[in-house]
């Protein structure tokens, strides 16, 4: 099965941490940049973070930046995404996409059809 997975969602307090895996089975992520995107009740579906297939480029929503980091594992076949001072504005359902490239120095950005696959989503709540 070809498959990307999230998973580290949770109930946090406010100003806690949490940290966000995707992985992917039936393949390797090694070809792959990856998009981090969560959607709230109620909201459309925005890009939170973003980082190259090699690892050496990332990019974070205004929303996010100084509280989130974005980095993968190769030897693990696995990109995080650190989510550090949490606030209430941060609760969503958030998803790992990847999206195909040999280029390792090039990120994707936050068009939905610009990335192959979707994982299932993960549930990060942050309590006010």
């Known amino acids: 099965q070809l498959q990307v997975v999230e998973s580290g969602g949770g109930l946090v307090q406010y100003g806690g941490s949490l940290r966000l895996s995707c992985t992917s089975s039936?393949?390797?992520?090694?070809?792959?940049?990856i998009g981090w995107f969560r959607q709230a009740p109620g909201k459309e579906r925005e890009g939170v973070s973003c980082?190259?297939?090699?690892?050496?480029?990332?990019d974070y929503a205004d929303s996010v930046k100084g509280r989130f980091t974005i980095f993968r594992d190769k030897g693990k076949n696995a990109v995080y995404l650190q989510m550090n001072s949490l606030k209430p504005e941060d609760t969503g359902v958030y998803f790992c996409?990847?999206?195909?490239?040999?280029?390792?120095?090039?990120?994707?950005?936050?068009?939905?059809?610009?990335?192959?696959?979707w994982g299932q989503g993960t549930q990060v709540t942050v309590s006010s």
């Open positions: 996409a990847v999206a195909y490239t040999p280029y390792g120095h090039r990120i994707v950005g936050y068009v939905w059809n610009s990335y192959d696959r």
């Open positions: 980082i190259s297939a090699s690892g050496s480029v990332t």
């Open positions: 039936g393949f390797t992520l090694d070809y792959y940049a």
